[in-house]
């Protein structure tokens, strides 16, 4: 068993039972949290199942209406609160989060408090929900639209960003007015909790936050079907995003997803090298390579190829692999053996067809008694071969030579994914071409990574509908209303 009561400040953090109508509730059966790092038990948490999962549609349901009513500036209060309470257990909320994860303690504390920006953000932006003045052809009537909240939410979160994931859709979803309901994932379900403890500190009232915890195959169907839920916020891969789409088409229910992604990183010949070799150890070992995000097939310019594999080489020899709690570590283990198999795989597969392995190349699973990859160089990859194609979700950087922008553009855009991508270049003309050329919805430009409160955060293509972050997040969860007044001033 994992000591992590003894390592916080505030232990009452350490919640392991649903939250569900401002209540914690302990469910028929338990299911096993994990230290990825060294593969020991943190905790049992209740699944609390369908039935649980319906009495938090129902609470959500119930409370919507005081809720929707409750002043924005109200609302904004709370949802500051839950903020400010965050970033005061920050310390706490990056222990757990690393524990049950395996990111390294200073990086989950980044994402706490990355995190907590976007509630932040949405406690601002709860004042600022706008409707028009429309100009109307009909003789003596007047037109305008209103904004309001779209109702109850069901909230699906990934494992890779236990905190951050969570804080993003859910806090402009409170901040406009619609009750939640979340369903953490399995691996990381203790950050869930703990930022409903949090919450119901700050105020929210009675069923407006829900925590549901247990097996997706028996609360999924009730988060998507339920006739009191008008919206999906789901956070995940394609594969299970187009699976909770197909149940939401039955009730046409509103969706807004973030899914899955293959992200190009183009360093053109003009760029700095130095640079970029820096801006991918960034980008590429952030979460060990585990986040949607994630530089997934690096692009390079043939004239600085070997320029750039050399400063890659040196960069990826030394980045420090280990305990997620030990000080100076920049990549923990993955989330499970599982994904250690399956990045194994992409790599041998791979170099089965040529592939040349520069730094790294193996599962460190043994040597270091935990879901450990090391951090890993490759060139020479087929373009077709699986570790092109798919998301990695791994620390394995795979370099291909690429000739001039017409092949950067084709090759990036070669993919059903459309999230993130990445280009080096000090050249105008290249940046506006190929930021154009290419299908992707957020792209970083000299800068490995791209998400902040202020901003939209969201895919093109197989990688999703909607955006997070900045003013369109509340659009996201809010309806368009018209009214045409007419009658009365004719
Ligand atoms: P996942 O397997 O799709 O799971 C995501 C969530 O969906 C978990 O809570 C999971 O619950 C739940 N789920 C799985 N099957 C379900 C079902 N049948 N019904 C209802 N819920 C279901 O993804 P993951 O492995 O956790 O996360 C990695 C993926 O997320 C990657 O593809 C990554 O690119 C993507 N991602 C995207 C973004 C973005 O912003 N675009 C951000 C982060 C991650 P259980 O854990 O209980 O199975």
């Known amino acids: 068993m994992s000591d992590l009561k003894s390592r916080l400040k505030d232990p009452s953090l350490l919640r392991t039972d649903s939250f569900i109508n401002g209540g914690w509730e302990k469910g028929a059966s338990r299911f096993d949290v994990n230290n990825p ?5 943190v905790a049992d948490v209740a699944d609390v199942g369908a039935a649980g999962a319906k009495q938090a549609v129902k609470a959500a349901a119930a409370a919507n209406l005081e809720w929707r009513r409750t002043s924005p500036f109200e609302r904004a209060r709370i949802v500051k609160r839950w903020h400010d309470l965050i970033m005061e257990h920050q310390d706490d909320l990056g222990v757990i989060l690393a524990m049950e994860m395996g990111k390294p303690l200073a990086e989950a504390k980044g994402e706490v408090a990355y995190g907590a920006g976007f509630v932040e953000w949405a406690a601002e932006e709860a004042k600022r929900v706008h409707g028009e003045t429309i100009a109307v052809p009909f003789p003596g009537a007047r037109g305008w639209t209103i904004r309001q909240p779209v109702g109850v939410v069901s909230c ?13 859709k859910c806090s402009p979803a409170l ?6 309901v979340i369903k953490p994932a399995a691996e990381t379900p203790l950050s869930a909790l703990a930022l409903a403890e949090l919450a ?15 097996e997706a195959k028996h609360i999924g169907p009730v988060l998507t079907q339920s006739d009191e839920v008008a919206m999906i916020g789901f956070t995940g891969s394609t594969q299970v995003g187009a699976l909770l789409m197909e149940q939401a088409a039955k009730g046409i229910k509103r969706v807004a997803l973030e899914l899955g992604g293959n992200a190009p990183f183009i360093v053109m010949d003009d760029a700095d090298v130095e640079k970029a070799a ?7 070992f952030r979460a060990g390579g585990q986040t949607c995000v994630s530089p997934n097939r690096v692009f390079v310019q043939e004239a600085i190829m070997a320029d750039l594999t050399e400063a890659l080489a040196e960069r990826v020899k030394k980045v420090k692999i280990g305990d997620p709690f030990e000080e100076g570590v920049q990549v923990g283990p993955l989330i499970h053996d599982k994904a250690v198999e399956r990045v194994s795989e992409l ?5 089965a067809k040529g592939a040349k392995v ?5 599962s460190l699973a043994k040597e270091l008694g935990g879901s450990f990859y090391a951090p890993t160089l490759i060139t020479g990859a087929d373009i077709s071969s699986s570790i092109a194609v798919n998301e990695i979700f791994g620390p394995v950087a795979s370099l291909y030579p690429v000739k001039d922008e017409a092949e950067i553009i084709k090759l990036a855009n070669a993919t059903p994914y459309g999230l993130a991508a990445y280009l080096y270049t000090r050249d105008a003309g290249r940046v506006h071409r190929i930021t154009e050329g290419v299908d992707f919805g957020m792209i970083g430009v000299n800068a490995p990574m791209v998400g902040s409160p202020a901003t939209p955060f969201g895919g093109m293509k197989q990688s999703g509908i909607g955006r997070e972050g900045g003013k369109w997040a509340a659009e996201e969860f809010t309806e368009l209303k018209f009214v045409l007044l007419s009658g009365i001033d004719e």
Do not use: E, H, Y
Request: glycine share 14%; with cysteine; hydrophobic share 45%.
């Open 278 to 284: 820096d801006g991918l150890i960034q980008g590429k």
């Open 37 to 41: 790092a060294n593969r020991t038990k």
């Open 156 to 168: 699906i979160t990934p494992w890779n960003f236990p905190s951050a994931m969570i804080t993003r």
């Open 347 to 351: 790599v041998s597969a791979a170099t």
């Open 358 to 362: 520069v730094a790294g190349g193996k």
């Open 200 to 214: 119901a500190r700050a105020g929210f009232p009675k069923g407006v936050f829900n925590v549901v915890t247990g």
């Open 175 to 180: 901040a406009v007015g619609c009750p939640i």
